[in-house]
């Protein structure tokens, strides 16, 4: 039985008029469970009894739960155990602009990024859609408070579970779901080229988020696998195509490791890479973790990379660090609970 939050409203309303019923209650039940949050069929008031028995027949309303929360004064770690007995994990961190999740796609990744703790476990599945949307709704509740961005840049690679990640999507941003603005969604990928060229041609303004961290393909493909499938120019050439279809944004993430990636001539290169491209380029102090010998790059190595790029008039800069003294770092809590 699939979880009903596996579904979009479209979905929803493509069961109703299934059962011969008006199509327009999708709306009302998108109403109960994300606008509500009332998950008591029983409670679902302006919807007939009869329907209500058919709908708890036809769907699971099962939740994940969180089972460890660790957190300082601008981030939240949240790892959730599934329903069968897996883990994921999101992070909420708290902007001046209001709060942003970080959520998991997938249980481990295939990715094999060098410097990545989510992906020294290997992926043992996908997140089913339910699974990502739940993420959002327990945080909400444990906060009490309202998230108003969302980036798909946990554990997992988003693109590698592309249709449930876009339903995710669109139920978020539904007006009747979540209603989180599309600007205020990324979706973040390591450069699977053929799924970026798909989702360019999608009627989504959700936001891009390329991972490349490295300047030329010799140093990417030592610190990222997939470089070997899709280099920098099949990248470089999806992100012309995406910008040219969608004149959109793409922010360009480069984790800063010491003594690895972050010289000058990295810099010159990058901006050589990327000149005359609407990007803009968010260089990511590196998390550190027990279990990866990399080290995080100085302040004054990141500030000459940043000053580098800046002179080469490409648009830059530099995340805040969240939770760095805590598990933040993208799988470290799934890491130590399933040690």
């Known amino acids: 039985m699939q979880n009903i939050?596996?579904?979009?409203?479209?979905?929803?309303?493509?069961?109703?008029?299934?059962?011969n019923e008006k199509k327009f209650k999708a709306q009302q039940v998108f109403e109960w469970l994300y606008q509500k949050k009332e998950?008591?069929?029983?409670?679902?008031?302006?919807?007939?009894?009869?329907?209500?028995?058919?709908?708890?027949?036809?769907?699971?309303?099962?939740?994940?739960?969180?089972?460890?929360?660790?957190?300082?004064?601008?981030?939240?770690?949240?790892?959730?155990?599934?329903?069968?007995?897996?883990?994921v994990e999101a992070v909420l961190m708290m902007h001046d602009y209001g709060l942003s999740?970080?959520?998991?796609?997938?249980?481990?990744?295939?990715?094999?990024?060098?410097?990545?703790?989510?992906?020294?476990?290997?992926?043992?599945?996908?997140?089913?859609?339910?699974?990502m949307v739940e993420q959002i709704l327990l945080i909400e509740k444990d906060i009490q408070k309202r998230i108003s961005s969302v980036v798909v840049m946990g554990i997992?690679?988003?693109f590698d579970n592309y249709e449930n990640v876009i339903k995710f999507v669109t139920i978020i941003n539904d007006a009747k779901g979540l209603a989180i603005g599309s600007r205020h969604i990324t979706i973040s990928t390591c450069g699977i080229v053929p799924k970026i060229y798909e989702f360019m041609n999608l009627p989504l303004q959700v936001n891009l988020a390329i991972s490349l961290h490295a300047s030329n393909n010799e140093l990417r493909s030592k610190l990222m696998s997939v470089n070997k499938v899709y280099d920098l120019n099949q990248i470089l050439a999806a992100i012309k195509a995406y910008i040219a279809q969608t004149n959109r944004?793409?922010?360009?993430?480069?984790?800063?490791?010491?003594?690895?990636?972050?010289n000058e001539s990295n810099a010159l290169e990058l901006a050589k890479l990327l000149k005359g491209l609407n990007v803009y380029v968010n260089l990511i102090?590196?998390?550190?973790?027990?279990?990866?010998?990399?080290?995080?790059?100085?302040?004054n190595r990141i500030m000459r990379f940043y000053d580098v790029l800046k002179k080469n008039k490409i648009n830059v800069t530099i995340r805040k660090e969240f939770g760095s003294n805590i598990s933040a770092a993208c799988g470290q809590l799934r890491s130590k609970e399933v040690k």
Do not use: H
């Open 5 to 19: 939050m596996d579904y979009s409203k479209v979905d929803l309303e493509n069961y109703f008029l299934s059962i």
């Open 39 to 87: 998950y008591d069929v029983d409670n679902w008031s302006n919807i007939k009894k009869e329907l209500r028995n058919k709908i708890l027949n036809d769907f699971a309303f099962d939740f994940i739960k969180i089972v460890k929360k660790e957190e300082d004064n601008l981030t939240k770690k949240y790892l959730f155990e599934l329903q069968d007995k897996e883990y």
């Open 101 to 131: 999740v970080c959520v998991s796609s997938q249980v481990g990744c295939n990715m094999g990024c060098s410097f990545c703790e989510s992906g020294r476990l290997k992926k043992l599945r996908n997140l089913k859609t339910y699974e």
């Open 156 to 158: 997992g690679e988003p």
């Open 249 to 262: 944004r793409v922010t360009i993430e480069y984790v800063m490791l010491n003594l690895v990636n972050d």
């Open 285 to 299: 102090p590196y998390n550190e973790t027990d279990n990866i010998g990399y080290q995080k790059s100085s302040k």
